[in-house]
T-cell receptor
């Protein structure tokens, strides 16, 4: 039973265009969401996060949108650059109950940005 | 400063063999986490330490898996009588503040292959 789902295993975009990565979740206890980027042979690195009290968070070229009613979030990268090519993981945690350290990850989406 | 380091980076074990995987967290990080990432999957939480205390081991898949952090710094994940389904990348993360998920810094992982 996957609680965090990334239904697109891969995505290919042209340099300079927008990349949109999607993530759905089923557990209504999740109230904090994160995106990680992972290069081969390296560990995931934190990219951007959003709390359930917000519907948008922006950091430079990266914006995360959260639709609580649909249990859906998305990561927008504008403009996309070849160096953005990596696997992107969506992760969630449940803050209440003191277990917000426990991250539940999706399977990841491989983003390829073509020059 | 140095990030989280893990050793060995690769380990091949025969089924039934015991293995020990080491994690050196970032200096001063009191929280330490282990995750298991099977092929094509996202990382899955295994266990969490606060200093030397193992506060959550709910993700350990069986009693063949054992983790320790005796002096509150280096941690070892031990797998006894390895099985083929144990083949995965084992990620370690450390944090200076467990309650803020984005403060988890991941190591590069140990890739375990059980033949």
């Amino acid at each position: 039973d996957q609680q965090v789902k990334q239904n697109s295993p891969s995505l290919s975009v042209q340099e300079g265009r927008i990349s949109i990565l999607n993530c759905d979740y089923t557990n209504s206890m999740f109230d904090y969401f994160l995106w990680y980027k992972k290069y081969p042979a390296e560990g995931p690195t934190f990219l951007i996060s959003i709390s359930s009290i917000k519907d948008k968070n922006e950091d430079g070229r990266f914006t995360v949108f959260l639709n609580k009613s649909a249990k859906h979030l998305s990561l927008h990268i504008v403009p996309s650059q070849p160096g953005d090519s990596a696997v992107y993981f969506c992760a969630a945690s449940a803050g209440s109950g003191g277990s917000n350290y426990k991250l539940t990850f999706g399977k990841g989406t491989l983003l390829t940005v073509n020059p | 400063g140095a990030g989280v380091s893990q050793s060995p980076r690769y380990k091949v074990a025969k089924r039934g063999q015991d293995v020990a995987l080491r994690c050196d967290p970032i200096s001063g990080h009191v929280s330490l986490f282990w995750y298991q990432q099977a092929l094509g999957q996202g990382p899955e939480f295994l266990t969490y330490f606060q200093n030397e205390a193992q506060l959550d081991k709910s993700g350990l898949p069986s009693d063949r898996f054992f983790a320790e952090r005796p002096e509150g710094s280096v941690s070892t994940l031990k797998i006894q009588r390895t099985q083929q389904e144990d083949s995965a990348v084992y990620l370690c993360a450390s944090s200076y503040l467990a309650g803020i998920p984005e403060t988890q810094y991941f190591g590069p992982g140990t890739r375990l292959l059980v033949l």
